[in-house]
């Protein structure tokens, strides 16, 4: 058995980050990752625009997520310190149009991985590779290796082990098992920065876009991108959507607006001024084609109404009838619930076991708001057992 150690489990960005704190601050840090590399759902992540945080003022930033407990931990180590970061690691930043913030082109998402990975490996962290989790308790903490359990005596332990999708990146929940046998108050994982199904299968609009739109679920509004999809839609204003929406039974309906810069009203005023309504859409209020293509599965006696037009291209409706499959959405909300946390994410149940990341009951929208909270909680819990090592 290996002795007294702090364990860090879950080699993603929480528990990286966990790990940097504490070994900046003098300690010997030992992670344990059941993959065979690190930051799977990191490099994901990457795919698709590498998203690191988002520019926005802190006020508004703050307001994307669900939990108070979350927002405080993020305007403690907050956008401005994710840039600093980087750029201590040599990873420079830019500001995207939409105030992302993304490493600089010439950095791809494995050599931010790489500079720091080097940078642990330089502050003497040990990541133990294909250690899978099973079991803890106040003293110990079990894993399975090659077929083989092995037991490790800890003095502090973070778990930063994910949410619940994208299994393959090693996120599998399977710790909800593993901490509800405990007694841990745990919200049950629901898809998060999910597409919806739609009841209308808007089959001739497949893969286009439906560009500066605003979606409208009750008062919740939100301007930005919608894709139709083989099963729906997709896109920044739905996952918006998500945290308001689910509360609710489906079906729900939500509403585009086509046209949010125009009132009804003037919509009106243009398509009475022609008989040519199509004309009239493309020409004089610039509608899209894809908006366009939306419009014309109306049947033809509501399309050639101007009224109830003027009407359904301020609010167009689409009915959802549920979220995607859990597997293939890009966070999860849910979690360790925040009241089985201390102030400083220590599990009050289990001193000295911490937990980081987004296996924290909250949720946000994508945009870098997930990855910002899953470097706060990090650093957090770092800071914390570090404080906790100190001698009094
Ligand atoms: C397609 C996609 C795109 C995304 N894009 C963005 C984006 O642009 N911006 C953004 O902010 N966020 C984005 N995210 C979300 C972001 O990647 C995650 O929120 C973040 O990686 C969560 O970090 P974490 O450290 O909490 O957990 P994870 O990154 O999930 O890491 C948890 C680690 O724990 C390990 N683990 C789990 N269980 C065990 C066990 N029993 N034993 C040992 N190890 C275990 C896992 O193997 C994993 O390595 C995206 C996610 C996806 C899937």
Wanted: with cysteine.
């Amino acid at each position: 058995m290996t002795e007294n150690e702090i364990v860090i489990v879950g080699a993603g960005p929480a528990g990286l980050m966990a790990a940097q704190i504490l070994a900046e601050n003098g300690h010997k840090v030992h992670v344990y990752e059941q993959n065979k590399a690190a930051a799977r759902k990191f490099l994901v992540a990457g795919n698709g625009g590498f998203n690191l945080t988002h520019s926005e003022q802190i006020g508004t930033f703050l307001e994307k997520y669900d939990a108070e407990e979350i927002r405080n931990i993020v305007e403690c180590f907050n956008n401005q310190k994710v840039i600093d970061w980087l750029a201590d690691l040599g990873i420079t930043t830019y500001t995207g149009s939409s105030g992302k913030i993304f490493p600089t082109r010439n950095f791809k998402p494995i050599q931010v991985l790489k500079a720091w990975l080097e940078r642990l490996e330089m502050l003497g962290v040990t990541i133990h590779y294909s250690h899978v989790f099973v079991d803890f308790n106040d003293a110990e903490i079990y894993f399975e290796n090659n077929q083989q359990q092995t037991a490790v005596k800890y003095s502090k332990l973070i778990l930063a082990l994910g949410g619940g999708s994208w299994k393959k990146t090693g996120s599998d929940a399977k710790w909800m098992e593993i901490l509800s046998k405990k007694n841990i108050g745990l919200k049950p994982l629901e898809p998060a920065n999910s597409g919806y199904n739609t009841h209308f299968k808007f089959t001739t609009l497949q893969g286009q876009y439906l560009k500066n739109i605003r979606l409208t679920f009750q008062e919740h509004t939100k301007n930005g991108e919608l894709v139709f999809t083989k099963y729906g839609i997709e896109g920044s204003p739905v996952y918006y959507l998500n945290r308001f929406t689910r509360p609710f039974e489906f079906p729900l309906t939500l509403y585009i607006d086509l046209k949010p810069n125009l009132s009804e009203a003037e919509i009106l005023g243009y398509l009475k001024s022609s008989d040519r309504i199509s004309a009239v859409l493309k020409k004089q209020l610039k509608i899209s084609t894809t908006a366009l293509n939306l419009l014309k599965t109306l049947d033809k006696e509501t399309y050639t109404n101007v009224e109830i037009l003027a009407r359904l291209i301020k609010k167009f409706p689409v009915e959802i009838l549920s979220f995607r499959p859990i597997d293939e959405v890009i966070s999860t909300a849910g979690g360790v619930s925040f009241c089985e946390l201390t102030h400083e994410l220590e599990l009050r149940k289990y001193r000295n076991v911490f937990c980081a990341g987004e296996m924290l009951d909250w949720e946000a929208p994508t945009g870098g708001y997930l990855l910002q909270a899953c470097f706060s909680t990090g650093f957090w819990v770092g800071q914390a057992v570090s404080n906790s090592l100190k001698p009094h």
